[in-house]
């Protein structure tokens, strides 16, 4: 158990842009031993991902190892000729990508794709390779193991070909697997059954990985250790109880400091107030495929509704049914009690006004070429009127409410802000046209923990200072504890249920939020083990979605 | 038979090279992993390049050599070696200047610009110069006939030339330097006119169909699917038939003009529709619907300031196209009329001349020139279209 | 299995829509000339009993959609209608007009199989050459191998096919005369002596063709080489060769076929202005002395035909590319 597999010293990586070398990894080093699980975290642009392949001897194209050292069981892998690191990988040294759908050849089956590697380094025959591979998928509980194998990816659901994809990486029995953050892309539900499948095999085939991911209560679940990375620098590394009750640095603090942001809960509705926002019995389609089904909901004044839902739930659709971009089949939406037009185009500018949106991706919702001054002086000027200098104090005054200096962003094109920023000016915007109402689709997900929050600390103190609604798209259950007053769970287009947060988050529960809330991972690295033994391994993930 | 053996051996001989090249190396450097690493197939083309190097070499030795002979017959190699370095050294110049002179944003573009890009420009530049000033430039007017026909291009009196007419007169005794000069003021002029023109229309409707929808885009896209399906130079030697028996001399010209336009604007009306369907669907596209702005704010504020960079590079593209196919028209002796002096005629009427190259190769260059000069020209927008659509994708990483 | 047949099938259904509009828009755009083609044919100096016979004959006394259908039926059996040219010689030779008219259709066969040929030719040199040279740049891309073809295509594509033509010309058959420069071939030669014939022709077209589908196939592949199966079979430790053979090559057949595709149907363009350099008896050539002497129907004819063949060559690679996505091969 104590005997060394890996020892990466000093190294350092570069990337080519602009015909120049910039560095990636400053120096970062680690030490693995047989069977043990590091975990590697860290936020985009740590590079946690370049580090994980290096420790493979391996770079992307337009990168390069440009110092110090990577030894694998003795072997020299920065200066190893091809051959000889050929002769490692997927023998001795397997890869787990994100995307498990664009990591599979969709040109060959996965039986095929998985005897690949142990074929042609001679580990195994084509025959027995094949048996085993059966043999993983049964272990990993894929569903009809003997079949499967011999689908090609597209017809294989995400959470499946993940543990394809891992059972592939285990057909030579590796010394070393690297995960790179196998469970990012998918539902939470579906995440902990990938995860519970990754621990078990790991376990029993005494395999030592890499785990590379951004989530902290994920790499708690699975990693002896773990090591924190910040902009290409290593910030600290110790094993994981050590780690998650008592980091060292100030950043990691920051990072576990992070879910502790909640609002109070706000006292209930008074009964018969009117609400900013009504959804009454709305059914929408896409063409003849209907995705809502009479949901119902209301928005108070001054209020937080958090939708919450997976992937295909529907909840987007309610809002492209609210801003009237898809005009419902059936039922209608209410604004302050009056009913609006179904279609935007046959709303007035002051209907329009009123409901502002702020979108998920910030990098497409803002006009690449335009300056910020422009892109939050368009509403002004629009909607109040405001020309000239009036304008331009409005935008300044805008700016200063988001906490960005003015004078320094308002000449700028969003190219030249952070992902956090931009977000920020997607606020404003919305703001500049004085709202009563606003959708935010997912405004955090696409952000990093720290910069989510002052993004989700912004709009609580928005929403004090001026007496917002929201309505808050999100499949993130920290984010709605943290921000809801009230919540409305969704499910394949249809509400599951809904009421004030703290009744929401406090048992009984309806089947399936109960399903969501508990398959969040927490930062207690027993998390896992206790869910399991407490609901048992085949009632977790689409297994227990379709035990409903 | 000897012409085979020889063939075989010198294969055979840079087979045995590429393996030696890769022997050495390794033993030289002490296994760098540049040599160790090295495939046998790249250490063979290494040699491969060697010997073609080696061959140009020598073929421009023997173009200079005293025995007429042999220097006629190396005659065009020599003189296209000696142009690829004067135009690769002329552009290396050229962008140290762009370098050191200009506005910071200018002088920035030089420093990443590749020496092809520069090249073209310069060359793009030239033609520009070349095609405005046309008049004050040419020696002689591109109609003027001069009672000397068939002089050889050079200027050596000795060989039937003329310094009076360096490039000497065609077979009715225009002079083919002024006719060259012009001929960029007419084809390169009309190639602009008309590839604006498909612009105009091809990018006005495609941007419509793209921000509208629905049928408008259904009815253009169909239309434009069945006008595609006939080959562009097919349909357009079909139209100038037709319009030939409406119209002749410069009328005709006009109607051509207006023909491959309007063939044109079907591929560009392809391209615009696709670039803005890609930016129709950004959010901030929905984001201004949503807030209740006109089409017309839609079109030239939100869209088209996204499409500039696709669009410019497109329309490099399409000037090509557009240039070449007015040229083959032209040759083909339907295209600009004379006349007006026009590259792909002259190369029409000039090209018998190219049977004299064994005796006299000045003679065969009179044809080449005006080819050569479509040619090039083409070249330079290829090379800076090509480096503006690399240096975009690589923005896109 | 049945929802690829009805993709295809519908595919085949659009091309013929396809045609049958480019068919009227042919036949509309001809119409568009001034006058009467029977004056057309006779000149001024006609008595008005010889137009009008011709007019008969030709079927001129009829309404344009009348005239539209009988050339479409006709076309549609073979007869693509009666050449004016003929029609105009018969006619000062003073022989009888009913006769001595000569269809299209046999002018324009023995042509068409010349031009076969010479695109067949073409495709046999071309197309191996500039998928190896794709695959081979694409493998070793930003080296100066791949700098090197990259200027060299690029200058090729820009170049007019005349002055590629010429200066092979002057190469090849001016200054060694190893190849004919007028490409005269015949039904009396061997199929060696009309490979030799075609060979300078294919070869201009060659250098074009090439430079195009090269630099098509070369995109297509890093298109492909930068997925992350690719990144995954690398990962795998396969060989470089496996890694092209097995995990690039089945997905990048769509590309390729497309490319080969779309350079064909280049070809037919291309074939116009390289026939008429050559000479050779093509139906670029015939098109082009056609357009020249206002021929109508053997302007139309050959219309119809490059269109036919554009919309084939399109519609062929449209449904490989369907055939060989696994997706649509295979469907949930």
Same mark, same amino acid.
């Given at each position: 158990m104590t005997e060394q597999l890996l020892k990466v010293r000093d190294l350092k990586i570069e990337g080519r842009s602009d015909e120049t070398w910039n560095p990636i990894i400053n120096g970062a080093g680690f030490d693995l031993k047989k069977g043990e699980v590091l975990g590697l975290i860290g936020e985009s642009g740590a590079g946690k991902s370049t580090l994980g392949l290096a420790a493979m001897g391996f770079t992307r194209d337009g990168c390069r190892i440009s110092g110090g050292s990577v030894e694998f069981d003795g072997i020299d892998l920065v200066n190893a000729s091809a051959d000889v690191k050929r002769n490692l990988l997927g023998k001795r040294i397997a890869y787990v990508a994100q995307s498990a759908a664009a990591s599979f050849n969709p040109a060959h089956k996965l039986i095929d794709q998985h005897t690949e590697a142990a074929v042609q380094h001679n580990v195994l025959s084509r025959a027995d390779s094949e048996a085993d591979?059966?043999?993983?998928?049964?272990?990993?509980?894929?569903?009809?193991?003997?079949?499967?194998?011999?689908?090609? /990816?597209?017809?294989?659901?995400?959470?499946?070909?993940?543990?394809? $994809?891992?059972?592939?990486?285990?057909?030579?029995? /590796?010394?070393?697997?690297?995960?790179?953050?196998?469970?990012?892309?998918?539902?939470?539900t579906t995440q902990i059954e990938v995860l519970a499948s990754i621990r078990e095999i790991v376990e029993e085939f005494d395999t030592a990985a890499i785990y590379i991911t951004h989530d902290l209560a994920v790499v708690a679940q699975m990693a002896d250790r773990i090591k924190v990375m910040l902009k290409g620098d290593e910030v600290e590394e110790a094993e994981t109880r050590e780690m998650l009750s008592n980091p060292k640095e100030e950043y990691t603090k920051s990072l576990w400091a992070v879910r502790s942001f909640q609002r109070p809960q706000k006292p209930a509705v008074q009964t018969g107030s009117t609400p900013v926002v009504s959804v009454k019995n709305v059914t929408a389609a896409y063409g003849k495929v209907k995705v809502l089904h009479d949901v119902s909901f209301d928005i108070h004044s001054g209020r937080t509704v958090a939708v919450v839902g997976e992937s295909g739930s529907g909840k987007s659709t309610a809002a492209r049914c609210i801003t009237?971009?898809?005009? /419902?089949?059936?039922?209608?939406?209410?604004?302050?009690?009056?009913?609006? /037009?179904?279609? !935007?185009?046959?709303?007035?500018?002051?209907?329009?006004?009123?409901?502002?949106?702020?979108?998920q991706m910030a990098d497409t919702a803002l006009n690449p070429r335009k300056t910020i001054g422009e892109l939050i002086g368009r509403p002004v000027q629009f !909607? $109040?009127?405001?020309?000239?200098?009036?304008?331009?104090?409005?935008?300044?005054?805008?700016?200063?409410?988001?906490e960005l200096e003015p004078t320094q962003y308002i000449n700028r094109l969003p190219s030249e802000l952070s992902g956090g920023q931009k977000q920020r000016i997607g606020i404003a915007r919305a703001l500049a046209a004085e709202p009563k109402f606003i959708i935010c689709d997912e405004v955090t997900s696409a952000l990093d923990q720290l910069v989510a929050e002052g993004i989700l600390k912004l709009l609580a103190k928005?929403?004090?200072?001026?007496?917002?609604?929201? $309505?808050?798209?999100?499949?993130?259950?920290?984010?709605?504890?943290?921000?809801?007053?009230e919540v409305v769970v969704m499910k394949d287009g249809r509400v599951v249920e809904q009421g004030p947060k703290d009744e929401m988050f406090k048992p009984p529960h309806h089947a399936y939020t109960d399903l969501l809330l508990s398959s969040v991972p927490e930062m207690d690295p027993d998390w896992l083990t206790d869910l399991l033994k407490q609901r048992g391994v085949d009632n977790i993930g689409d297994a227990a979605v379709s035990n409903m | 038979m000897s012409f085979w053996v020889e063939t075989v051996l010198l294969l055979a001989a840079m087979c045995a090279g590429g393996w030696i090249f890769r022997f050495v190396g390794r033993k030289v450097t002490n296994n760098k992993p540049f040599f160790r690493d090295m495939s046998y197939g790249v250490a063979f083309g290494y040699v491969l390049g060697a010997a073609v190097l080696v061959w140009l070499i020598w073929a421009y030795m023997l173009s200079r050599s005293s025995d007429m002979m042999v220097a006629n017959k190396y005659f065009f190699l020599g003189k296209a070696i000696e142009g690829f370095l004067i135009f690769a050294v002329a552009a290396w110049i050229f962008r140290l200047f762009g370098r050191k002179v200009g506005t910071e944003g200018s002088r920035k573009l030089f420093r990443?610009?590749?020496?092809?890009?520069?090249?073209?420009?310069?060359?793009?530049?030239i033609y520009a110069i070349l095609a405005i000033f046309a008049a004050g430039i040419a020696p002689h007017g591109q109609e003027e006939v001069f009672a000397r026909a068939n002089i050889v291009p050079g200027g050596d009196v000795n060989l039937g030339g003329d310094p009076a007419f360096p490039l000497g007169t065609d077979q009715i005794g225009r002079d083919i330097l002024s006719r060259l000069i012009y001929g960029a003021q007419n084809t390169v002029g009309i190639a602009f006119v008309t590839t604006c023109l498909a612009f105009f229309v091809g990018g006005s409707l495609g941007f419509l169909a793209a921000t509208l929808g629905g049928w408008t885009d259904q009815l253009l896209s169909r239309a434009v699917d069945v006008l595609m399906a006939i080959p562009a130079l097919i349909f357009s030697l079909l139209l100038i038939t037709v319009a030939s028996a409406w119209f002749t001399g410069f009328g005709l010209t006009v109607s051509m003009v207006v023909i491959i336009a309007m063939i044109d604007s079907t591929r560009v009306y392809r391209l615009a529709r696709a670039v803005g369907i890609n930016i129709v669907v950004m959010d901030y596209i929905e984001a201004a619907k949503l807030r209740g702005e006109g089409l017309a704010y839609l079109v030239f504020r939100e869209?088209? #300031?996204?499409?500039?960079? #696709?669009?410019?590079a497109e329309f490099g593209l399409r000037f090509c196209f557009v240039f070449l196919t007015i040229s083959a028209l032209s040759f083909l002796g339907v295209g600009i009329q004379p006349p007006l002096a026009d590259w792909g005629t002259m190369v029409k009427d000039l090209s018998s001349f190219i049977n004299y190259a064994v005796v006299a190769p000045q003679i065969a260059s009179a044809p080449l020139l005006a080819a050569g000069a479509i040619a090039l020209l083409t070249v330079a927008v290829n090379f800076v279209v090509d480096w503006m659509l690399h240096k975009s994708s690589g923005l896109k990483e | 299995?049945?929802?690829?047949?009805?993709?295809?099938?519908? *595919?085949? %259904?659009?091309?013929?829509?396809?045609? +049958?509009?480019?068919?009227?828009?042919?036949f509309t755009a001809v119409n568009l000339l001034p006058g009467d083609f029977a004056q057309l044919i006779l000149g001024q100096g006609a008595t008005p009993e010889a137009v009008e016979s011709i007019r008969r004959d030709l079927g001129l006394d009829q309404g344009p959609v009348v005239r539209y259908f009988q050339w479409l039926a006709g076309a549609v059996q073979g007869d693509l209608g009666n050449? +004016?040219?003929?029609?105009?010689?018969?006619? &000062?030779?003073?022989?009888?007009?009913?006769?001595?008219?000569?269809?299209?259709?046999?002018?324009?066969?023995? *042509? &068409?199989?010349?031009?076969? +040929?010479?695109?067949?030719?073409?495709?046999?040199?071309?197309?191996?050459?500039?998928?190896?040279?794709?695959?081979?740049?694409?493998? &070793? *891309?930003?080296?100066? +191998?791949? *700098? %090197?073809?990259?200027?060299?295509t690029l200058s090729s594509i820009s170049s007019p096919e005349f002055f590629l033509a010429y200066i092979l010309i002057l190469y090849l058959a001016v200054q060694n005369q190893i190849l004919p420069s007028l490409s005269l071939v015949n039904d009396d030669m061997t199929f060696l002596e009309r490979v030799r014939m075609t060979l300078l022709p294919a070869l201009t077209l060659t250098l074009v063709v090439t430079a195009h589908m090269m630099r098509m196939t070369r995109a297509a592949i890093i298109n492909l080489l930068a997925s992350p199966y690719i990144e995954m079979a690398r990962l795998k430790g396969l060989s470089p060769m496996r890694v092209i053979v097995k995990h690039a090559l089945p997905n990048a057949l769509a590309p390729i076929i497309n490319v080969i595709a779309l350079n064909l149907a280049y070809l037919i363009t291309g074939v116009v202005v390289v026939e008429v350099v050559f000479g050779y008896t093509g139906i670029g050539q015939l098109f082009v002395d056609s357009v020249k002497i206002r021929d109508i129907p053997v302007v139309q004819a050959c219309c119809l035909i490059f269109a036919a063949a554009y919309i084939l060559l399109n519609l062929t690679a449209d449904i490989m590319s369907i055939l060989s996505n696994p997706r649509l091969r295979h469907p949930k």
């Open positions: 591979g059966i043999e993983l998928y049964r272990k990993l509980r894929l569903p009809n193991p003997e079949e499967i194998g011999f689908r090609y /990816p597209h017809q294989v659901s995400g959470g499946q070909l993940q543990r394809a $994809m891992t059972a592939m990486a285990m057909a030579c029995r /590796p010394d070393l697997i690297i995960f790179d953050e196998p469970t990012t892309a998918l539902d939470v009237g971009l898809l005009p /419902p089949m059936q039922g209608h939406i209410e604004f302050d009690g009056e009913v609006l /037009p179904l279609d !935007y185009r046959k709303r007035n500018k002051m209907q329009l006004r009123q409901a502002q949106m702020i979108y !909607y $109040m009127g405001l020309t000239g200098n009036e304008k331009r104090r409005r935008v300044e005054q805008l700016l200063e409410e988001i928005l929403q004090d200072e001026l007496g917002l609604s929201y $309505m808050f798209i999100t499949h993130d259950l920290a984010t709605v504890k943290s921000i809801s007053d | 990443s610009m590749p020496l092809t890009a520069s090249f073209g420009i310069m060359i793009i530049l869209i088209l #300031p996204n499409a500039t960079a #696709p669009l410019l | 299995m049945a929802s690829i047949l009805l993709i295809i099938a519908q *595919r085949l %259904a659009l091309g013929l829509v396809t045609l +049958f509009v480019v068919s009227i828009v042919i050449s +004016f040219a003929q029609a105009n010689f018969a006619s &000062f030779a003073g022989s009888d007009t009913g006769s001595g008219l000569s269809s299209v259709a046999g002018q324009i066969a023995p *042509r &068409f199989e010349n031009t076969m +040929f010479l695109a067949g030719v073409t495709a046999m040199i071309a197309v191996p050459v500039a998928i190896t040279l794709g695959v081979l740049a694409a493998l &070793f *891309r930003n080296s100066v +191998f791949d *700098r %090197a073809t990259n200027i060299l």
